[in-house]
């Protein structure tokens, strides 16, 4: 699968695509919240990757 994160919180959760920043899917955020988390996950893009590359090698 390709690199993504997963924001959680409370009974809300996302799954965003590293590459290029999307939308994977979304139950219980606003769409302010999502794109809230769309603009840091942009901000902080290559150390998510980077992360994502050493934990799933």
Known sequence: ??????VD?????????LVPVALSFSLGFSA???REIE?????????????WEEFHG
């Open 32 to 34: 302010r919240e999502l």
């Open 9 to 17: 919180r409370d009974k809300a959760s996302c799954k965003v695509w």
């Open 39 to 51: 603009r840091l996950i942009s901000l902080n893009r290559a150390i998510l990757i980077e992360a």
């Open 1 to 6: 699968e390709p690199p993504h994160v997963h």
